[in-house]
C-alpha cells in the first residue's frame, strides 16, 4: 500500500506560529516532531518511507522536504501545486502517477496535520483498510463522536459488512451539522467523524472520479505530461506552466464532495485511534500533557496563579499572572493573547491583517530559503541587518543588487564567496564587502551550518532589488 | 521656593516597562513625557528649573540627567545616592544643601512618579503651601479619598487654620489601614490620603529632624563635606567613598515616620488636584484615555472583541482576541500577561525573577550609558550581535579586552576610532575590526545619532571583560 499525505494547510488557525508560508504541518506544536514529521513516524511501520508520497503547495516545498530530509523521502515523491483545490484535484493526479507506475497499487490518504494517539490502533484499522480496498471498496476511517462537534463532516453507518468486524456500508456523508443536529448525531450512536482518511486502489478512485468528477479526471491525462522534476537541485514533481495554467483552472472541490458522497461503494471502518485534527489553539487541551493547574507551557515561561491556560513561547521570558482559559503564542514578530473560547476566530484575526497589507499573516520573520533561511535582525532608514544561515553545501544563486551594498561578517562556520572575478574563502571573524551591482554569490562549502551577519545599505532595501544570474534551486 | 523630586522608584510595580535599573519615573506611561518629565513640567509655572533639585539613586543619574537635559536643568542640582534609604535622609541632606545656599529657602518634597490631572489647582495649593510654610508650618498635601484604599496612609484632619480656605491642623498621621477601617475613614469624611507633597523651610524641616530623628540629623554635616561633583563628564552631585559609607549606614525611614507623625507642627491643605500614585498598571484605567471598548492600547496592536483591557507595546505586532480586563505589556526581552485584578502582584513575579537570578527583573534589553546605550540583537556560543549608539559628541572609555575581538560597521553617523596608535574615521558603510588587548576608543565627532553594529568574537563575551584605561565619565 502506498501513502499520500495531503499537506496543504493555510496556516491561519495556529497563526502566529503557523503562516500563510509556513502552515500548520509544518509546525511542533505535539510530541518530537513537527505535525508531518509525526504523520510520516507514524506510518513507518505500515508504509516504508519509499512508498509515502506528498502533495503540497508549492510555497511549502522547500520546508517539506527540508523536513522529511531525515526519513530519506524522496524528492521526486513530492508534488508542489500551484495553486490550493481542495482534495479531488490532488487525489486524482497522485491515483494517476501511482496507477501508473502499478497498475494493482493501493493508495491511502492522509492529512499532514493530524494527531493520531493510538498509533498502533491505527496500523490495525489501515491494515483492515488495505484488505477492503483489494476488494475495490472505496475505504474511509469513521470516527465514534465523543462531543457533538460542528467542525466536521459525519458519517451515517449502514449495514454492517459481513465477515468484517467494525466495519460497515456508509449510509450517507453529512456535512458539518448545527448544533442540534450534532446532539442528535451523537445520542443516535449511528453517526461517526469524517477524519479525512481514505484506501483505495488508484484505479478504483479513478473509475469513481470519472464517473462523479469527469470534469477533473478528464485532464489528469494532460496534467500528467505536464509533470516535470524541478530545475535546479531540489528535484520534486512540479507542473510545467502549462500544467500550473490548466491545474489552476479546475474546480477547486473535495473528495468527499466530489466521489465520496455520490458513490455506492463506500465502507466505513469503526476507529478508535484517539483521532484530533488539532483545529485551534484550543485543541491543545486534548492533546498535550498539562501540569498541575491545567498549564501547558511552552518556553521561558514564568506563571503565577494561572489555570488551564497555553503558552507557546520561546527564548523570550513570558510572564504570565492570574490567567484562566487564556492562551499566549509568542514569536519574533508577533504576539498573540487569546481568550481560550475565541481560538476559532484566529482565523479573522489574520484576515483582517491580510485586509491591513501586514506582512505577519504571511511571513515569518525568519524566511526560509532552499540554501537555508534569513531573519531580519533590525533596521533603519537606510540599513538592515540580517542572521543570514546557509545549510552545508548550499549556495545562494549568483546575484546583484541595484540599489545596495551589503556587508558580511562570518559568526559561524566558513563561507565562500564569489565577487566578481575574485573568491574569497571566508572563516570566522573575517568580513567581506559586496558593492552595488557586484556579480556575488554566497555558499557554505564546509559541513557545519554557516551563519554570518549581513549589513545592507542603501536607499532601496527590498527584497525585489535582486538580479538572479544563476540559480541552483530554478529561481528566477 | 525650591522644589525637590524624590526619584527613587524601584521599578518592580511597572515590570517588564520599567526595571530596577529604569523604574517608573523614567518611563513614558502617560502624557507626552515620562513621569519625571511630566513632573518637571507641571511645577515649571511655579517653581524655574534653576530651582529644581533631583535626588535619585546612582544608577539612575545618568538616565535623569538625559531625561532633563531639555529642560536644561543644572546636573548639579542632581544628588545620586549610592544606595536607597527611603525619604528622610535625602530629605535631610537636600534641606541642608539648600539651607546652606539660602538660609530662608523654603522646599517642597515631590515624588517623581504621580499624575497630577489638575494642574492649574496644584499650582495654587503649592502657592498656599509655600505661604505657610514661610510661617514656619510643616505643610502636607491631603487628598480627598474616591474609594476605601489600603495602600496609602491617611492624614486625619483637625481644627481648621484661621483664615486659611481648606487648611486644617493634623490630628493624627495613620498609616495604611485594612478594609473596614479604610471604609470607615471614607464614610467619616475627616480623613484624607497622604501624597507624599510637602512644603517647609528648609530650617524648620532640619530642626525638626534634630529633634525627632537625631540619628539622621547629626550626620548631615559630615554627609555635606562628603558631597563632591562627580569625576568625568557627567558634573552631578555624589558622594565621596567616606560619605558612601556613612550614608549606607544610616536608617531607611520615610519623613511620614521619622517627622510628620511626631511633630506638633504639620498642617494639611485639602487638595482637589486630580492626584494619582499610579501604582500598578491597572492604575492606567484611572487616568489615561479609553477607546469605546474600555481599552487602553499603545503600541501595534491588533485588537478584536476586547474590553477593558490594557496594551502597553511597541513595533511588534501584539495582537488580542476576546480579553477582558487583562494587562498585556510587550518589551523586546520580556513579556507580561496579567490579569487586571492581579495587577498588584506584578511585584512578585519580578522577585522570583529575581531569585531565580534571572536579569530581565533588573536590566532592560537595551541599556542605558552615560555616552548613549546599547543593545543584544543576537547571540551564539562565541559571538554576540550589539547595535551601539553613541549621543553627539560623545564617547566611550579608553579600553581594552582580553577575551574578545570586536569588529564594527556603522550604520548611521560617524565614527571616530582610536585604535592602540592609530587613529580612524568611519562613515556609514565602513568598518573596522578591534583585536583582542588592542587599546581602543569609539566616540562620536558629529552632530547627529551614531550608529553601529558590533560583533562581539571569543570564548568569553562578558559586559566585566572591559579594563577601562581613561574614561570621561569617571568610570573604573
Not at 495553486?83 to 491515483?95: F, R, Y
Not at 469524517?194 to 496534467?223: M, R, Y
Not at 482559559?325 to 476559532?344: E, F, G
Not at 491591513?356 to 541587518?385: I, M, N, Q, R
Amino acid at each position: 500500500m502506498y501513502g499520500v499525505i495531503l499537506a496543504g494547510g493555510s496556516g491561519t488557525r495556529f497563526w502566529p506560529i503557523s503562516r500563510e508560508q509556513s502552515p500548520k504541518q509544518l509546525q511542533k506544536l505535539i510530541g518530537t516532531g513537527t505535525m508531518i514529521q509525526n504523520t510520516v513516524q507514524r506510518l513507518l511501520p505500515l508504509i516504508p518511507i519509499e512508498k509515502l508520497y506528498v502533495g503540497t503547495h508549492q510555497q511549502q516545498a522547500i520546508e517539506t522536504l527540508s523536513q522529511l530530509g531525515a526519513y530519506k523521502f524522496s524528492p521526486d515523491h513530492l508534488l508542489a501545486e500551484p495553486c490550493s483545490k481542495n482534495t479531488a484535484l490532488a487525489i486524482g493526479l497522485m491515483a494517476k502517477i501511482l496507477a501508473d507506475k502499478n497498475a494493482d497499487a493501493i493508495m491511502a490518504i492522509f492529512p499532514a496535520d493530524h494527531v493520531v494517539s493510538k498509533p498502533e490502533n491505527f496500523i490495525k484499522v489501515l491494515q483492515k483498510a488495505e484488505a477492503l480496498a483489494k476488494k475495490d471498496f472505496l475505504v474511509t476511517l469513521g470516527i465514534p463522536p465523543t462531543r457533538p462537534e460542528t467542525g466536521f463532516g459525519y458519517l451515517n453507518q449502514g449495514s454492517k459488512l459481513e465477515d468484517s468486524e467494525g466495519v460497515y456500508q456508509v449510509e450517507r456523508f453529512e456535512e458539518k451539522p448545527d448544533l442540534s443536529t450534532a446532539q442528535k448525531y451523537l445520542e443516535q450512536g449511528t453517526y461517526f467523524w469524517n477524519c479525512g482518511v481514505f484506501a483505495w486502489k488508484a484505479t478504483t478512485i479513478l473509475k469513481e472520479l470519472q464517473q462523479h468528477a469527469p470534469d477533473i479526471h478528464s485532464q489528469l491525462e494532460t496534467l500528467m505530461d505536464c509533470l516535470q522534476r524541478s530545475s535546479g537541485k531540489l528535484d520534486h514533481l512540479e507542473l510545467n506552466d502549462k500544467g500550473c495554467e490548466l491545474f489552476s483552472s479546475l474546480p477547486s472541490i473535495s473528495i468527499d464532495y466530489a466521489v465520496m458522497e455520490k458513490s455506492s461503494n463506500v465502507v466505513m471502518i469503526s476507529s478508535d485511534i484517539g483521532w484530533n485534527d488539532v483545529g485551534a489553539w484550543n485543541a491543545l487541551d486534548e492533546v498535550c500533557e498539562k501540569d498541575s493547574m491545567g498549564n501547558i507551557l511552552t518556553g521561558n515561561v514564568l506563571a503565577r496563579d494561572c489555570n488551564n491556560s497555553i503558552v507557546h513561547g520561546n527564548n523570550r521570558l513570558v510572564a504570565i499572572l492570574g490567567l484562566n482559559d487564556m492562551i499566549v503564542v509568542d514569536t519574533q514578530d508577533a504576539l498573540l493573547v487569546c481568550a481560550k473560547d475565541k481560538s476559532q476566530d484566529v482565523k479573522k484575526l489574520v484576515e483582517s491583517l491580510n485586509e491591513k497589507g501586514k506582512s505577519e499573516g504571511k511571513l515569518h520573520a525568519t524566511v526560509k530559503k532552499p540554501w537555508g533561511s534569513y531573519t531580519v535582525l533590525d533596521s533603519g532608514p537606510d540599513f538592515l541587518l540580517k542572521r543570514i544561515e546557509v545549510l552545508p553545501g548550499e549556495a545562494l544563486s549568483l546575484q546583484s543588487h541595484q540599489h545596495r551594498s551589503e556587508h558580511w561578517t562570518v559568526v559561524s562556520g566558513s563561507a565562500k564567496v564569489d565577487r566578481d572575478e575574485e573568491t574569497f574563502h571566508l572563516k570566522v571573524n573575517e568580513s567581506i564587502t559586496i558593492p552595488k551591482n557586484a556579480k556575488h554569490r554566497l555558499a557554505n562549502p564546509g559541513s557545519e551550518l554557516l551563519i554570518l551577519f549581513e549589513i545592507q545599505f542603501g536607499n532601496l532595501l527590498d527584497e525585489n532589488d535582486i538580479l538572479r544570474h544563476e540559480d541552483r534551486y530554478g529561481r528566477r
